[in-house]
């Protein structure tokens, strides 16, 4: 420990009367015997823990934050354009102001419906998929693919036997 504080002194002295690389030469003495500063892992395990509490709390405060300003500003914006504006331009920006919320509500609104027929696609091929994922599905689904097949062969051969309709009868029961 006390190594140090004979280099200091050394240094001290080189700077005082004037010899620059002597001075640069202790300067470099001075800090290779300061002891290296290593914080401890316990340390380092709260720092990493507090930073990460730290923007987790922030990341949700963040878009409410920007939402609330973007808010502030545009209702601010419109009152002094209001206030500014003769009563023409105050009651065509009233209509401005109007279509948008209207178109924005119209967006939201497909939106939604979107999102619900989205969902409803999602349950039937969840379904389809969980029919072939079983065998008895596969059976049934083989099974009914047969009877189609076997319907539309003796359509096709009706259709090409030329069959003619007599003449209608009334039938009375």
């Known amino acids: 420990m006390g190594r140090w504080r004979t280099h200091v002194e050394t240094w001290l002295k080189a700077e005082q009367q004037g010899a620059d690389d002597a001075a640069d ?8 015997t300061l002891p290296a500063v290593e914080p401890s892992p316990a340390f380092v395990a709260r720092t990493v823990e507090a930073a990460w509490a ?3 709390a922030r990341r949700p405060v963040v ?3 920007v939402a609330a300003a973007a808010l502030l500003v545009a ?8 206030l500014a504006l003769a009563g023409g331009a105050a009651r065509l920006l009233t209509l401005a102001t109007a279509l948008s919320s209207a178109s924005l509500l119209s967006l939201l ?3 939604t419906t979107l999102a619900g027929w989205s969902a409803a696609v999602l349950d039937a091929g969840t ?3 969980a029919a072939i994922g079983n065998p008895y599905g596969v059976a049934a689904l083989t099974a009914i693919e047969l009877v189609a097949a076997a319907v539309l062969l003796l359509l096709y051969r ?5 069959v003619e309709w007599r003449a209608p009868r009334t039938y009375c029961f």
């Open 63 to 65: 878009p409410l934050a």
């Open 158 to 162: 009706l259709l090409r036997s030329g």
């Open 109 to 111: 609104t497909a939106g």
């Open 75 to 82: 209702g601010a914006s419109g009152v002094v354009l209001s």
């Open 54 to 56: 730290a923007a987790g």
């Open 127 to 129: 379904v389809v998929a």
């Open 25 to 32: 030469a202790a300067f470099g003495h001075v800090f290779a």
